[in-house]
């Protein structure tokens, strides 16, 4: 990882930090109304998945794939919904948010539907109990350059 890396404000003014993999900041976006977690890749002036080494691209996937399939199982997902829009914030973040039939909504995308309901100390605490064994896995996983 460079020491150049720099976490863009409005992302962590949004969000919650989760921990950190050999590639990624883990950031839950401090919004109770859906389970909803970033992967921000630890690279200097990235805007594009396609801008990271084949080797990153290869950890982003991995990671992005073993936090979905936690997050579904955590959450009892309906759908899973990842997307790297990067319109409001060009730094390259990967977004992962748990979807419900039913949920505020539903089915259209979370964008511009309600402005954020940021959690409660307890809602919080609840929901890092739940994501936890998932970010263990996260942090332990072997990345390639490792």
Not at 54 to 64: C, G, H, M, R
Not at 80 to 104: C, F, K
Not at 114 to 119: D, G, K, L, N
Request: one cysteine or more.
């Amino acid at each position: 990882m460079s020491d150049d890396f720099h976490l863009h404000e409005r992302l962590a003014a949004d969000t919650v930090s989760l921990g950190q993999t050999d590639l990624c900041d883990i950031r839950l976006m401090n919004d109770r109304t859906w389970p909803w977690v970033l992967l921000v890749p630890r690279r200097p002036g990235i805007r594009e998945i396609y801008q990271l080494s084949v080797a990153d691209q290869q950890q982003l996937l991995a990671e992005s794939s073993a936090l979905g399939q936690g997050m579904m199982e955590a959450f009892d997902g309906h759908k899973l919904n990842v997307a790297a829009l990067g319109n409001m914030v060009s730094q390259l973040h990967l977004h992962h948010i748990v979807r419900r039939e039913g949920d505020t909504g539903w089915p259209g995308p979370v964008w511009g539907v309600q402005a954020p309901q940021p959690y409660t100390d307890d809602e919080l605490a609840q929901c890092r109990g739940l994501l936890a064994p998932v970010i263990a896995q996260l942090t332990a996983q072997v990345g390639p350059d490792r």
